[in-house]
């Protein structure tokens, strides 16, 4: 990950990117440079989010509504070693941490998870991720094994109630 490679101190992150989501992304940065404090800058206001944003290491959360008025107080509260959260989410820091069974997927598998969520075919995620659609498809499987799910509406349904994916809007398949 170039990110991990970086000198910086703080990392402004938005949970709803392409492929891999913010999550996933604060979860491996965490693993390849703890030391980057992440500010997650998100539409999304869901304390679900917050919450899965803030176990997973990220430093701070606000609301893109919030950025002119909260962003240098959140980059100085953080830049202390403090957690930042916007005014507009009154929620306490989360405490703990999920438990070590409740990721068991692999890297490639969060990938995937990702792009089934978004109503990808397998033939889609092949394309996307440079591999062959068998590849693809055990991927699938394997993922479909390990959550103990059936369906892919109740595979997304799962991944969005633990803060894995991020969905902007349901995909045409779901709906």
């Keep these: 990950m170039v990110a991990a ?4 101190d703080v990392m402004i992150l938005d949970l709803a990117m392409p ?14 440079a703890p030391a980057i404090k992440i500010l997650v800058l998100s539409m999304y206001d869901d304390t679900e989010f917050v919450s899965q944003a803030l176990r ?18 959140a980059l100085a509260v953080i830049v202390e070693g403090q957690q930042y959260i916007s005014s507009n989410l009154p929620l306490p820091p989360p405490t703990g941490t999920p438990a070590a069974d409740d990721k068991p997927l692999t890297a490639r598998e969060f ?9 990808h075919t397998n033939a889609e ?11 693809a498809g055990r991927h699938r499987a ?7 799910v059936h369906s892919q509406v109740e595979l997304v349904r799962l ?4 803060g894995w994916v991020i969905l902007k809007e349901p995909p045409e398949s779901l709906r």
Excluded: C, M, W
Excluded at 19 to 32: D, H, S, Y
Excluded at 56 to 73: F, M, N, R, T, V
Excluded at 125 to 135: E, F, G, M, R
């Design 142 to 148: 394997n993922i479909f094994e390990k959550l103990g």
């Design 159 to 162: 991944a969005v109630k633990r």
């Design 111 to 119: 990938e995937i998870l990702q792009l089934i969520a978004e109503g």
């Design 125 to 135: 995620i092949a394309d996307k991720l440079t591999i062959s659609p068998n590849t």
């Design 56 to 73: 997973d290491g990220a430093s701070g959360y606000i609301l893109k509504q919030s950025l002119d008025d909260e962003l240098h107080e």
């Design 5 to 8: 490679q970086t000198a910086a």
């Design 19 to 32: 492929r891999l989501n913010g999550l996933e992304t604060i979860r491996r940065l965490q693993r390849q």
